[in-house]
């Protein structure tokens, strides 16, 4: 086996040394472009994957070191009669990884086994494979005598983990007999001897891989190019580019074209809330060049009698987060600022009460807990969580203890308090009471309360298209440091930020009202987990920097791509075979109050489970009969629109 990666390549796209793709290698990639020939392959959900010259090149790597591979197209041709037997042995072998557009495989296959999880026990099995990287994430490929009759080629990719999701890396050592790990940190230098790595997700994921007969210098290439592309140390490096790149987005955008979708962002908004009916609002432009408030957007709404002086007013709250309009129900308002320099002093408190006298003012630091109670009830929920391998790892709790478990970490106490001040927040503006909500140095907390008002007041944000315009002006728009709450980057010195999943809490609590409101929301649980996951994977440009004088600046010379519109481009059918979609939706125009009590709490079993016990997401009664619904609706639809 070779010993060199593919990151080894040089500009004329040869092979590396030790590597023998074939004569018929290069010859099948220009008769692939030529023909332009494209694989399909149905991941999550409709993501088409150009047969690129990497993808070749990985074909002919698999063809070396796995063996001859049936074609996934004789596959077809059996009319699911899926045997190996019956594929001739004549059959010229075919497979195509399904890499992303602008994905490069940056280090070639080494032979290991992956622990996978049994049962609850922590009963583990081995399965036997191939380890390699690419610019996007580690894949480990199963070998292809394992393959079972019903299954695929793209079935031998068993574990795919973006980069950016590794929260750490620990490496157990050849001479370490008690089986003690160390720390993989790319600030300090990395074991070569290695027996084993085990990858822990910020999504509670865990791989662990044994590796065997590989020199130390393979395994010293393989832990640094694994920390190399794990902990960034700048934007441009992280995969949402080159992605972007190779999927035709080379040309710098328009800033005007972008300027416009903001300010309609906003204006649509506001109009639909009847912000401007009274002519008492004004959508301002001071901020364009970010001058004002470097964190917010180049818009914002703002009281008439301040549109012309948010400078001077900026520079009385902590960032410059002077106030700015949120939401209006019934002609009655909801701002968010940050908390003045000067608690004594409130700098809108004369203009506010010459608008309402009766406004309230909410200080959310003073009754929700802050940014390091967050990260510390994610931290203590992760072993909770994630698979048990044996003799990995301290063994979870007994499930009678479980519930205390879950309790202790203080997770559900977070979320129930967001949606009790979420609530008391929205009865004050139901009782025709203008609410100020002041949140912390950073938009954290007032992004979550703001956001449950509004879903629980107008039922136009529980739309597909309300809840994403939602999400794009109180979370981008109003400068909530996605980069830096989920560690996008490495700080200098090569330590990476401490994970606080300030999004997660909130579409905990977005999912708590969908159990309680099951009919009410065109979305589901679903779609919430392809917006963490995507938060996490920085596939797309959506929620990959800390505010958008950042993603402006980095973004410059190139248009990211949106998760938004990537979703909306889906068609009906896509949607709903994804689970993105409410087959069960019934808009009601009223408003909807939670339950925030304890005991109606449920723990967000598909989401934090669903690598620990994967029958919470695959055998789920309730899920097929939704689906059996869907496929049965859009077969009648598209037998009227036949007749």
Not at 210 to 237: F, G, I, Q, S
Not at 426 to 451: F, T
Not at 483 to 496: C, I, N, S
Not at 592 to 601: G, K, L
Request: charged share 25%; hydrophobic share 40%.
């Amino acid at each position: 086996m070779s010993t060199s990666g593919v990151s080894d390549l040089d500009d004329s796209g040869d092979f590396p040394e030790g590597i023998d793709a074939g004569t018929d290698g290069e010859q099948e990639y220009e008769e692939s472009q030529r023909a332009g020939r494209t694989t399909s392959l149905s991941v999550d959900t409709d993501v088409e994957f150009a047969a690129t010259k990497d993808a070749i090149k990985l074909r002919r790597v698999l063809r070396k070191h796995v063996g001859d591979l049936p074609s996934h197209h004789s596959r077809e041709g059996t009319h699911g009669d899926s045997h190996l037997a019956s594929i001739a042995e004549d059959s010229t072998p075919d497979i195509t990884i399904p890499f992303l557009p602008g994905e490069l495989l940056i280090f070639e296959f080494v032979r290991a086994h992956l622990y996978q999880a049994v049962d609850e026990a922590g009963k583990s099995a081995e399965l036997g494979g191939y380890v390699c990287i690419s610019n996007f994430r580690v894949l480990f490929v199963k070998a292809f005598k394992q393959m079972t009759h019903d299954e695929s080629a793209e079935d031998l990719i068993r574990a795919s983990l973006p980069l950016t999701c590794v929260a750490s890396m620990e490496a157990e050592l050849l001479s370490s007999w008690l089986g003690r790990k160390r720390c993989l940190l790319s600030a300090r230098p990395n074991p070569a001897a290695i027996a084993a790595i085990e990858i822990v997700g910020k999504d509670f994921r865990l791989l662990r891989f044994r590796l065997h007969d590989a020199e130390p210098a393979v395994m010293k290439k393989l832990t640094d190019t694994l920390l190399h592309h794990v902990h960034p140390t700048n934007y441009l490096a992280l995969f949402a580019f080159d992605h972007a790149s190779a999927a035709g987005t080379a040309a710098p955008p328009s800033l005007d074209a972008d300027l416009h979708d903001t300010r309609m962002c906003l204006v649509e908004a506001a109009e639909h809330c009847g912000a401007f009916r009274d002519q008492m609002m004004t959508c301002s432009d001071e901020n364009i060049a970010r001058d004002c408030c470097p964190t917010y957007g180049p818009f914002v709404v703002v009281p008439l009698a301040m549109g012309q002086n948010l400078k001077k007013m900026a520079p009385k709250y902590h960032g410059n987060r002077s106030p700015v309009w949120a939401f209006t129900f019934n002609f009655i308002w909801l701002f968010r600022c940050g908390p003045p320099l000067d608690p004594a002093e409130h700098p809108l408190e004369p203009l506010l009460r010459g608008m309402r006298p009766d406004y309230h003012t909410v200080t959310l630091p003073d009754l929700l807990p802050g940014l390091d109670e967050i990260a510390h009830a994610y931290e203590q929920l992760r072993p909770l969580c994630m698979p048990h391998l044996e003799s990995t790892r301290t063994p979870p709790p007994r499930p009678s203890a479980w519930l205390s478990s879950l309790d202790s970490t203080k997770w559900p106490a977070l979320v129930t308090s967001c949606l009790r001040v979420a609530s008391q927040v929205a009865r004050r503006i139901h009782d025709r009471q203008c609410v100020l909500l002041i949140g912390g140095e950073e938009a954290d907390l007032d992004c979550i309360i703001s956001s449950l008002v509004q879903l629980i007041l107008d039922p136009e944000f529980r739309t597909g298209k309300g809840f994403n315009s939602l999400i794009r002006r109180e979370w981008l728009m109003a400068g909530h440091p996605f980069a830096t709450r989920l560690g996008h980057v490495t700080r200098t010195g090569g330590e990476p930020f401490n994970i606080t999943p300030v999004f997660l809490l909130f579409l905990d609590c977005v999912h708590q009202l969908m159990r309680q409101y099951p009919l009410q929301f065109f979305y589901t649980e679903y779609y919430l987990i392809r917006l963490w996951d995507e938060a996490l994977a920085c596939q797309y440009g959506t929620f990959l920097f800390d505010c958008d004088a950042t993603r402006t600046e980095t973004s410059a010379a190139l248009r990211l791509l949106s998760v938004f519109k990537h979703i909306d481009g889906l068609s009906d059918e896509q949607r709903a075979a994804a689970g993105y979609t409410n087959p069960f939706y019934a808009r009601a125009n009223r408003v909807m109050w939670p339950q925030h009590q304890m005991p109606a709490y449920r723990f967000w079993s598909r989401m934090f489970l669903r690598w620990r016990d994967p029958s919470v997401t695959k055998t789920d009664p309730i899920r097929a009969f939704e689906l059996r619904l869907v496929s049965r609706y859009l077969a009648a639809a598209r037998s009227a629109g036949r007749g």
